[in-house]
Nanobody, 124 residues
């Protein structure tokens, strides 16, 4: 059973930055593509960013492309999301999860149970 613990959220003004972290345990982390997802109040959870098992390939939702950067440290079983130029519409609870393939992450065909997530609030 995989366990995922997200952290690093907070309240930030528009234009600011945050760095989210996701610590994973219970599976061979380095074998899986990982991703970040978010859910705003009253909306469905949506894909944000994905990274391959090696870190060599990444993919982003159009809404965050050029502003967010996903990375991973397999030695630490941790995946990160650097968020710059934040906008009020980025306000949401952010979650991480994984899948056997990059396309699986993009399609949200994830293997883990959803964790508590970390709240990101961007004020205008």
């Amino acid at each position: 059973q995989v366990q995922l613990v997200e952290s690093g959220g907070g309240l930030v003004q528009a234009g600011g930055s945050l760095r989210l972290s996701c610590a994973a345990s219970g599976r061979t982390f380095r074998n899986y593509a990982m991703g970040w997802f978010r859910q705003a109040p009253g909306q469905e959870r949506e894909f944000v960013a994905a990274i391959s098992w090696s870190g060599g390939s990444t993919y982003y939702a159009d809404s965050v492309k050029g502003r967010f950067t996903i990375s991973r440290d397999n030695a630490k079983n941790t995946v990160y999301l650097q968020m710059n130029s934040l906008k009020p519409e980025d306000t949401a609870v952010y979650y991480c999860n994984g899948a056997p393939s990059l396309s699986g992450v993009q399609a949200m065909l994830v293997f883990g149970s959803w964790g508590q997530g970390t709240q990101v609030t961007v004020s205008s």
